[in-house]
């Protein structure tokens, strides 16, 4: 029997809202946020079905001194981040309106959303044996971690429209990765498969 978790990464503000840091210095939101009413759907879904809604958001560390430490590759990535974004107890950092009724939210420091943080201990103490992800990007956070989750025997359904990139050609490409070790498919698919399975 499959115990599911419903994985929310990085709908952010300072990612996915036209005021965040990142679509101010030229990363468009509109590739984030085209995807937000199948994430806020699939939401409403899995609160009336009973499914476990976890949010990991991308935190900056600071020092006391404020100064952005352990950035490791965003700041390669994203040099801007150095000063702005991401911090912890700001709006940027927050969940978008849209996806705030989670159940439960785990700050993620770097590239991997199980590496020092507490998704794994959240996942085990839930019983969870299959992920269903959502998120942006497809071929950052998206696929990393389901990889992670793969190599620790999680099953894994990506859905397709509650992903995306920044790329069309990369978002393309990870799913035809993620299809290769899960399943792919729709969020209207795959609600109407969890219907039928719990008839």
Not at 116 to 130: G, P, V
């Amino acid at each position: 029997m499959s115990n599911l978790a419903f994985i929310i990464l990085d709908i952010q503000n300072d990612f996915c809202h036209t005021d965040g840091v990142f679509n101010k210095n030229g990363l468009d939101a509109a590739y984030s946020r085209k995807i937000i009413p199948n994430i806020s759907d699939m939401i409403y879904f899995c609160k009336n079905a009973k499914i476990p809604i976890i949010a990991l958001q991308q935190t900056i560390l600071e020092n006391f001194e404020k100064q952005a430490i352990g950035l490791g590759y965003l700041k390669k990535m994203f040099p801007f981040i150095e000063t702005q974004g991401l911090r912890q107890d700001t709006w940027g950092h927050d969940l978008i309106d849209e996806v705030k009724n989670v159940d439960y939210k785990i700050k993620r420091w770097g590239i991997s959303s199980f590496y020092q943080t507490e998704f794994a201990k959240y996942l085990s103490a839930l019983r969870i044996n299959q992920l269903i992800i959502s998120g942006f990007t497809t071929n950052g956070i998206v696929e990393t971690t389901a990889r992670e989750a793969i190599a620790r025997n999680y099953k894994i359904t990506t859905l397709s429209d509650c992903v995306s990139s920044y790329s069309e050609n990369l978002h393309l490409a990870s799913l035809n990765n993620l299809s290769n070790f899960g399943d792919v498919l729709s969020s209207r698919d795959w609600q109407e498969m969890f219907a039928k399975e719990s008839e």
